[in-house]
């Protein structure tokens, strides 16, 4: 099974802010790395597919970067409306797994 | 628009069983693998089962294998979680997830429900 290490668990921005948002994978995993954000009672939403290419529609601010165990999720620009939980998810192989998740708070 | 519809969650006893339905739209839902995923309260994420577009092949976590059961009916554009045996550890939101393709599983996500709560609890 691999394990996705997220970090950090929580942080707190201000607007304007470049954001990071690691995700360590325990073996290789290629390319098969996806973020997703997700805020209170709602759906989660695909940000970046295969650890690069941003969803269609999803804001440009909105970037992935990685291959192989580590991958990264940056946010430009940070603004109030991306204050959200974060996530990482390998399809690389079964089962699929998660990293824990990072909390965004805008200040 | 794709939407996904879960339905069925509440409170149950533990060792009885319970299912869950996901109503799919706005897609082709006969072509698309179809999964589960939960969340217990405060954890991560947890993949739970995936199913072929055609309901052919099956994978299940270990965690729930041999007491969940995941279907569908493409007729009706539903996708269904049978939840026997049920444990305290299964309390949990499900979130039914369509796959970006259509039989390996191994693409990820591309939409997502809201979410349906179990609690499993005497």
């Known amino acids: 099974e691999t394990t996705l290490t997220q970090s950090p668990a929580f942080m707190s921005a201000t607007p304007g802010d470049k954001v990071n948002i690691s995700c360590k994978a325990s073996?290789?995993?290629?390319?098969?790395m996806n973020w997703y954000q997700q805020k209170p009672g709602e759906a989660a939403i695909f940000i970046i597919q295969?650890?690069?290419t941003l969803v269609p529609g999803i804001s440009p601010r909105f970037s992935g970067s990685g291959y192989g165990t580590d991958f990264t999720l940056t946010i430009n620009n940070i603004e109030s409306e991306d204050a959200a939980y974060y996530f990482c998810?390998?399809?690389?192989?079964?089962?699929?797994?998660f990293g824990g998740g990072t909390k965004v708070e805008i200040k | 628009q794709v939407q996904l519809v879960e339905s069925g969650g509440g409170v149950v006893q533990p060792g009885r069983s319970l299912r869950l339905s996901c109503a799919a739209s706005?897609?082709?839902?006969?072509?698309?693998?179809m999964h589960w995923v939960r969340q217990a309260p405060g954890k991560g994420l947890e993949w739970v089962a995936f199913?072929?577009?055609?309901?052919?092949?099956?994978y299940y976590a270990d965690s729930v294998k041999g007491r969940f059961t995941i279907s569908r009916d493409n007729s009706k554009n539903t996708l269904y979680l049978q939840m026997d045996s049920l444990r305290a550890e299964d309390t949990a939101v499900y979130y039914c997830?369509?796959?970006?393709?259509?039989?390996?599983?191994?693409?990820?996500?591309?939409?997502w429900g809201q979410g349906t709560l179990v609690t499993v609890s005497s």
């Open positions: 997830a369509k796959d970006p393709g259509a039989a390996a599983g191994t693409a990820g996500f591309d939409y």
């Open positions: 706005g897609f082709t839902f006969s072509s698309y693998g």
């Open positions: 199913i072929r577009y055609d309901g052919s092949n099956k």
């Open positions: 073996q290789d995993i290629d390319d098969d």
């Open positions: 295969e650890a690069t």
């Open positions: 998810l390998q399809h690389d192989n079964f089962p699929l797994t």
